[in-house]
């Protein structure tokens, strides 16, 4: 029986990994560690720094690979990612199967947690053979966003809404809540809003070393969000980011 442990290990701090999530790392067989081009090496050393800090099991192999790349320019969105995620699909099983076979535990250290925006359960349902799956919760960007800034996410009684940059951009202010919480943003979506009324918390590279935050009234704050943004990006060639927004 082939099982795939999908660990959440926070957002950049190897201090938010949970001695769930240690448990399981040292019980692996294989961790699989992905590869995201140069620009994004930072992710893989992180995970490759938690293993050093936390691995003890000397029979546990770590296989590094590389994944496929969406290109992101397909006229069909939804399709232009799930044949993506094949892809990656079929990349998970032929390592898995290069170096442990159809038997054991394998493991991916999975960036926040697998339940919130992102893609690692999706695809481990695509596996040939299919594991059974378990998932170790981790702590989310939203979580650390709000410890950075000592902000309830929540107000008394309140409903909040998590978003991503492009639905914000393309539907405007979702109706019903007067608190967003917005992920995933490949630009600045705060921009095509009114903002008047509004307030932000934003940040980039969470729990990392070089975790920046800022926040403000929209209208006064979000220009130099921008200016923060394009800069840091331009140092480090990527970036990884969200906010909170709240009419006030």
């Known amino acids: 029986m082939l ?4 660990i959440g290990i926070g957002c950049g701090d190897p201090g938010q990994v949970t001695l769930a999530a240690i448990r399981t790392i040292n019980a692996a067989d294989l961790i699989l560690i992905p590869r995201k081009g140069t620009a994004k090496s930072d992710l893989a050393e992180l995970r490759r720094t938690i293993c050093a800090d936390v691995l003890t099991n000397a029979r ?5 690979l590389d994944l496929p790349v969406r290109d992101g320019g397909e006229a069909d969105y939804r399709k232009g990612v799930d044949d993506w995620h094949d892809a990656v699909g079929v990349t998970w099983s032929q390592t898995i199967a290069a170096h442990l076979g159809s038997t054991g535990r394998v493991a991916l250290l999975v960036w926040g ?16 053979p299919l594991p059974s799956i378990e998932v170790i919760p981790g702590i989310t960007s939203i979580q650390t966003l709000c410890a950075a800034h000592a902000l309830p ?8 809404l998590v ?10 202010w979702p109706a019903g809540t007067e608190t ?16 008047k009324g509004l307030h932000i918390w934003w940040g980039a590279y969470l729990g990392m070393s ?9 209208a006064e704050v979000g220009p130099r969000i921008v200016a923060a943004r394009k800069a840091a990006r331009e140092r480090r060639g ?11």
């Open 3 to 6: 099982t795939l442990s999908l």
């Open 60 to 64: 546990t192999q770590i296989v590094e």
């Open 113 to 128: 947690d697998p339940s919130l925006f992102d893609s690692s359960l999706r695809i481990a349902r695509r596996l040939d």
């Open 153 to 160: 996410l929540t107000d008394i009684g309140e409903p909040f």
């Open 163 to 172: 978003t991503t940059g492009r639905r914000l951009r393309e539907d405007g």
């Open 180 to 195: 967003v919480v917005v992920m995933l943003d490949g630009g600045t979506a705060f921009q095509s809003l009114d903002p």
């Open 210 to 218: 070089d975790q920046i935050v800022m926040s403000g009234e929209l």
């Open 238 to 248: 990527w970036i990884m980011d969200s906010y909170i927004l709240k009419r006030r």
